[in-house]
Each structure stands twice: as structure tokens, then as C-alpha cells.
């Protein structure tokens, strides 16, 4: 196995443990002689070089247990999920789109800390869905990959922290367009044409 | 999202500096050196205990040895200080049983000054922070089969091998993948949230 030769992915070997230990210990020597050199961390995102990497690698890994918590790397929760959510003591705001068409958000009060909206089509039986979100003059802002329905209803629960949320909004009107393959065939399944709360 | 907030003062000195004006009593460059080193730490940690409360343990008490190496003026040669701090790690790792022992005196001598690494790990604070919802959009945009990746990599601290059991894959393979994960991660965590990269 050979080491790779970005900084990235040699931290990620060296802390993951597929680096060998002989390599390893030189590579140390790095990592601790570039942390010294190291600059504010304010914007360490930003930044490239290994002590930028190795703080990107070790916050990721230190933040990674929460989206896991929510449900985020299933790409989208079952209505058994939203149904306990809902009835936990944390505040959510749920909204029910319908199956597509225009739709003014409802706003939510202060304190809420997850948005759910319910897309209510039947995703079931359709396979590669993928969830693709533009500006009204058609700009791509980003695309949900391989989205889970729930299988209760085939309906898509959209569930995000209340800041995501506020920022999603605060872009204004987005169209969001369902699109999945079956029968071999990639079609478009349906389209939400939103507007930010008033 | 940094568990020590060095100030920006700080963070613009040479460690030569650093050292020396942690020497003198100013807590705000054993701060800023702390935070230069806690990833690093915690990355040498990571590769040799598996829970997040081991590593956690780990880098506290290697940077309370440095506190006390900055305060008591053992650090001899500022200029090399990385070394200094990866002597630490590698003495603590070689010796942790002993460590345990002399673990309760340094925090109560000199725990006060880590009380910011104590904070709510990132993530597990009741306010969500810009780099939480950051991940959580990068996350939803990578494949599910990433998204495996990432989870069982780095969330739930899995091995490659056992990564590759979950997925049906080979260990070389599931390395790959994790890379190319991890990069597509990078990468978008180095711009703006989406929501906000079109305005």
C-alpha cells in the first residue's frame, strides 16, 4: 500500500492507522513541526498545508457524531423518525409541502431548533433519487444526492437544524426539482417552486 | 469549531515568542500554543485509542504537561518545540499507566488553565455552530455510498477493514474510498455553505 502524497490523505491514513508505523514516526516529526508554524485557526478551512489539514481532519472527526445523531448520512428520515421527533421536548416547526407546485414556507417561532418539511410524493419504487435545488433564474445552488424516502409513505422528510434552515431561506425562492430513475428511465418526479416565510 | 480561543494577538507570534510569554505568566500564549498543538495531539492520540473519551483524556493531559513544561521554563529550545510536544506524546503513550497516577496532581495544579478544552466538544453543544450546519450541507451533498464512508470512518472510528465488511468491499478499496470522501469533504468545507455560495 502505498502513502499517498497529499498532506490530507497521509493524515488521514496516519491517524486512521493505514499508515505504517516506520513512516509514521517520521511523519510526526511533520506534523508537529508544521502545528508549531501553525496560524490562527480562524478561517483553518480555508487554508491549505498539513497543520490546516490536521485541524480540518480532527474537527471533522470531532463533529461527525452529531449529523450521525440526526440522521443526516441516510439522506433523509422515516416518518417513524419525524413522528419521535415530534414528540420529543425539542421545539421542531413541520411543514407539509404537498406532492409539488408553489408554496409559501410557514414561519416558525423563536427557539426552534429543526425544520421538517414533508414532500409528499411516493418515492417507492424509484431508485437514484437525487433532489436538485436552483434559484428562480434557474442558478444551481446544490443538489441532495441519493435521497432516502420513508418507507411508511414513500413521502421525502427533509430535516435540518434551524440555522441551516434560516439560511436556505434567507436565499430567497428556490425551485427544487425530484428527480429518480425506474424502469430504467430518469424522469423528473416532481417540482417545488418555495418562497421564504414573509 | 476550536475548543480554545487564542487570540488574535496571539496567533500572529512566532513560538518563540509564544514560549517565552508563557513562561512569563501570560495565559493567553499557553492558550494559543495549546491550540496550535490540539489537533496534532489529538491525531497522534487517534491513532492509538479508539473511544473519543481516550483521546479526549490523552490530549488534556499532554497539554497540561506542556503548561507545566512552559510555566516551570522546561522547554529549553522554543525553536523546537514540536519536537518537544511530540516527546510528550510519545513518553505518555509508552507510559500510561503511570500517567494515570500523576494525571489527578496536574489537574490540580494546572487543570484551571484547560477549562476551555472542557467545553462541549464540537457538535454537542446545545447552539449549533456555522461549521456543524456547514457539514451537515456537504454531507447531503456527497452519494450514500460516501456518506457510509464517512460515517463509519470518522463518526464511528471504524477501521478499513471494517469498513470494507459493511460495504462488501476490499480493505484496499474501502481506503479508497474514504479518501475520496474525505477530499470531496475538504474541498467543499473550504467554500461557503451552498445556500449561501450563489448570492
Known amino acids: 500500500m502505498s502513502a499517498p502524497a497529499e498532506p490530507l490523505l ?14 509514521a514516526s517520521s511523519f510526526e516529526d511533520e506534523l508537529f513541526a508544521a502545528a508549531a508554524d501553525r496560524e490562527a485557526a480562524a478561517d483553518v478551512f480555508a487554508r491549505g498545508g498539513l497543520a490546516a489539514d490536521a485541524a480540518f481532519l480532527d474537527r471533522l472527526t470531532r463533529m461527525t457524531p452529531d ?3 440526526q440522521g443526516v448520512f441516510a439522506g433523509g428520515a422515516t416518518r417513524a423518525q419525524v413522528d419521535a421527533l415530534l414528540g420529543s421536548p425539542l421545539p421542531v416547526h413541520y411543514v407539509d409541502l404537498g406532492a409539488g407546485g408553489e408554496h409559501v414556507f410557514q414561519p416558525w417561532k423563536p427557539g426552534v431548533k429543526f425544520v421538517v418539511a414533508r414532500l409528499a410524493v411516493d418515492l417507492r419504487g ?33 430535516v435540518c437544524h434551524e440555522p441551516l434552515a434560516r439560511l436556505a431561506f434567507a436565499r430567497g425562492r428556490t425551485i427544487s426539482r425530484i428527480v429518480a430513475t425506474r424502469a430504467g428511465a430518469r424522469e423528473t418526479v416532481a417540482v417545488f417552486d418555495v418562497r421564504p416565510p414573509a | 469549531m476550536s475548543t480554545i480561543a487564542a487570540p488574535v494577538v496571539a496567533a500572529e507570534s512566532t513560538v518563540a515568542e ?51 513544561s512552559l510555566r516551570t521554563g522546561a522547554v529549553d529550545d522554543p525553536a ?16 500510561r499507566v503511570r500517567q494515570k497516577e500523576r494525571r489527578a496532581a496536574l489537574w490540580e495544579q494546572y487543570g484551571a488553565a484547560l477549562v476551555p478544552l472542557q467545553a462541549a466538544p464540537a457538535g454537542d ?11 451537515e450541507d456537504c454531507i447531503s451533498q456527497l452519494p450514500q455510498r460516501s456518506r457510509d464512508v464517512v460515517r463509519l470512518a470518522y463518526a464511528e472510528a471504524r477501521s478499513a ?25 475538504r474541498t467543499c468545507m473550504s467554500k461557503r455553505i451552498s445556500w449561501e455560495a450563489v448570492r
Open chain 1, 10 to 23: 497521509r493524515l488521514d491514513d496516519y491517524a486512521s492507522g493505514d499508515l505504517p508505523d516506520a513512516e
Open chain 2, 80 to 95: 523546537r518545540l514540536g519536537g518537544f510536544v511530540l516527546g510528550i506524546c510519545r513518553n505518555l503513550a509508552l507510559d
Open chain 1, 126 to 158: 424509484w431508485q437514484d433519487v437525487d433532489v436538485e435545488v436552483t434559484g428562480s433564474d434557474g442558478t444551481s445552488i446544490k443538489t441532495f444526492r441519493d435521497v432516502r424516502c420513508a418507507p411508511e409513505d414513500g413521502a421525502l422528510y427533509a
Open chain 1, 67 to 69: 449529523p450521525a445523531r
Open chain 2, 125 to 135: 453543544s446545545d447552539e449549533v455552530g456555522y461549521e456543524v450546519i456547514h457539514l
Open chain 2, 161 to 185: 477493514d471494517e469498513i470494507a465488511g459493511h460495504l462488501g468491499t476490499s480493505a484496499v478499496n474501502a481506503r479508497v474510498l474514504r479518501h475520496r470522501a474525505l477530499q470531496a469533504l
Open chain 2, 18 to 68: 509564544l514560549v517565552a510569554r508563557a513562561a512569563a505568566g501570560d495565559r493567553e500564549a499557553e492558550s494559543a500554543l495549546c491550540q496550535r498543538f490540539e489537533a496534532a495531539v489529538r491525531l497522534f492520540a487517534r491513532r492509538r485509542l479508539r473511544t473519543a473519551e481516550a483521546v479526549d483524556e490523552f490530549t488534556q493531559d499532554v497539554l497540561l504537561i506542556l503548561i507545566e
